[in-house]
């Protein structure tokens, strides 16, 4: 069974830097996606960044384009979201998920979420 758990959320002042990682196991398949998304209070989900751990490619939202990075440990079965410049509306819950790809509709696995606190 695939399980994912989110860690490293905190509160932390506007313009500062957090990491965030995301452990899993349980992939039958060679190749699959992290992606990171997150849930403000009163704001549907969004999809924040992705990785797709076959070639390496990533994709952002554009909100988050340059200011966070997502990158793989395959040794640890670990993706950060390394996140800069960090702003009070990125405050929110972070979650990571798993599926095959970053461009799955839906993705299928998903773990606890951790709290992410931007202060102004």
């Known amino acids: 069974d695939v399980q994912l758990q989110a860690y490293g959320g905190g509160l932390v002042q506007a313009g500062g830097s957090l990491r965030l990682s995301c452990t899993f196991f349980?992939?039958?398949?060679?190749?699959?996606?992290i992606g990171w998304f997150r849930q403000a209070p009163g704001k549907e989900r969004e999809g924040v960044a992705c990785?797709?751990?076959?070639?390496?490619?990533?994709h952002y939202a554009d909100s988050v384009k340059g200011r966070f990075t997502v990158a793989n440990d395959a040794v640890e079965n670990t993706v950060y979201l390394q996140m800069k410049s960090l702003k009070p509306e990125d405050t929110a819950i972070y979650y990571c998920?798993?599926?095959?790809?970053?461009?799955?509709?839906?993705?299928?696995?998903w773990g606890q979420g951790t709290q992410v606190t931007v202060s102004s």
């Open positions: 998920a798993g599926d095959r790809r970053c461009s799955s509709p839906y993705f299928g696995y």
């Open positions: 349980g992939f039958t398949y060679d190749d699959y996606a």
């Open positions: 990785i797709d751990t076959g070639d390496g490619s990533t």
